[in-house]
């Protein structure tokens, strides 16, 4: 059973910085596909960015290209998400996802939910005007 553990989250001004992070433990495959959601209020929970923990291949939802970067690090088992030019409407729940079936990480259906098995329980980030 993968568990997985966010922080890093808080509040923040727009145009500020924000890195979260997302200890993972008890794998049992070699390679996921992992990444980061973000839910909203009364939204739908939706894929932020992906990464293939084998190649570093990544995937980004087109509103925070260019803003956001996920990287990780293989000594400490650790995803993180650096988020750059923050802006209010990135305000959300952000939540850390894993699954085994790494080929969710090149499909068209990354950002599905519906798609991971493992979650983190979410660190929120608020982003204020």
């Known amino acids: 059973q993968v568990q997985l553990v966010e922080s890093g989250g808080g509040s923040v001004q727009a145009g500020g910085s924000l890195r979260l992070s997302c200890a993972a433990a008890g794998y049992s495959y070699s390679r996921y596909c992992m990444g980061w959601f973000r839910q909203a209020p009364g939204k739908e929970r939706e894929g932020v960015a992906v990464?293939?923990?084998?190649?570093?291949?990544?995937s980004y939802a087109d509103s925070v290209k260019g803003r956001f970067t996920i990287s990780q690090d293989n000594t400490r088992n650790t995803l993180y998400l650096q988020m750059n030019s923050l802006k209010p409407e990135d305000t959300a729940t952000y939540y850390c996802?894993?699954?085994?079936?790494?080929?969710?990480?090149?499909?068209?259906?990354?950002?599905?939910?519906?798609?991971?098995?493992?979650w983190g329980q979410g660190t929120q980030v608020t982003v204020s005007s």
């Open positions: 990464r293939d923990t084998d190649t570093g291949r990544t």
């Open positions: 996802a894993a699954d085994f079936r790494w080929a969710n990480c090149y499909s068209g259906s990354w950002g599905r939910r519906s798609e991971y098995k493992y």
